[in-house]
């Protein structure tokens, strides 16, 4: 009765019932909306976030000593892992900052061995940051593969990139290091440059080849397939973020 009383009361004054109206659904919003996540992000920016798109800053040499500097690298290296990524570039966690971490493990590349899902020759890349890079082509000459993106993920494209690189960078202690690269970790860090750069390998592949890497699952699964954007421990003690 009483509850009625009251909404005929709000029926005839708008204002009042408006302004009831507007704190009712920001008392629902506040519970049942989730916080918005700040970056560093636990999950990675997907193609279309401006982040992706913008020159990232070079990094003060003065803040390398910091524990929340430290912190983030140990972040950014754990969503690498976590995202089962070969490298991955400090924008794709929301930090338009001139950082990424690159590492190729003897479980990574014995998994593509047993899926055949590598398409080129890999190898052991063990785990290196690095902090404002320059690069310079050593070997012009380029090998065309297959890359994929932890930011475009789901798909895949042949991309040209040169054979041989030299980055000159700091490490997280701040001391300057040389770093020469030829082959599969030589393509792994001009990924991760061009992710310094606001570019992504769509930018750069040969569209011809741009194709969703699990095309041939959707059709054995007529359609029912899934593909996760967080990381998820499967039955089989791994990552599995495609599944049905
Ligand atoms: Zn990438």
Redesign the pocket.
């Given at each position: 009765m009483l509850t009625k009383v009251f909404y005929s009361f709000l029926s005839r004054h708008h204002s009042l019932q408006f302004v009831f109206v507007k704190r009712r659904n920001a008392f629902f919003n506040y519970f049942q909306s989730p916080r918005q996540p700040i970056p560093p992000y636990n999950h990675v920016c997907q193609i279309g976030d401006p982040v992706l798109r913008t020159r990232a800053e070079p990094v003060e040499p003065e803040i390398l000593a910091t524990a929340q500097f430290k912190g983030f690298v140990e972040h950014l290296i754990s969503i690498m892992r976590s995202h089962e990524a070969y490298?991955l570039?400090a924008p794709?966690i929301g930090v338009s900052a001139q950082i990424f971490a690159i590492e190729t493990t003897k479980q990574q590349i014995e998994e593509c061995i047993k899926t055949k899902s590598a398409g080129q020759p890999l190898e052991i890349v063990p785990l290196t940051v690095f902090i404002n890079p320059k690069m310079k082509i050593i070997d012009y000459h380029t090998n065309s593969y297959p890359e994929s993106?932890?930011?475009v993920f789901g798909y895949i494209a042949h991309v040209p990139r040169a054979k041989t690189i030299e980055i000159q960078a700091l490490d997280i202690t701040g001391k300057e290091f040389t770093w020469n690269g030829h082959g599969w970790p030589a393509k792994i860090v001009q990924?991760?440059m061009d992710?310094l750069q606001g570019k992504?390998?769509t930018d750069r592949m040969d569209p011809k080849t741009f194709a969703c890497a699990i095309w041939s699952v959707v059709n054995q699964r007529s359609g029912r397939v899934a593909i996760k954007f967080y990381p998820d421990p499967g039955r089989w003690g791994r990552f599995k973020r495609i599944f049905s």
């Open positions: 490298g570039a794709q993106c932890a930011s990924h991760e992710h992504l390998f």
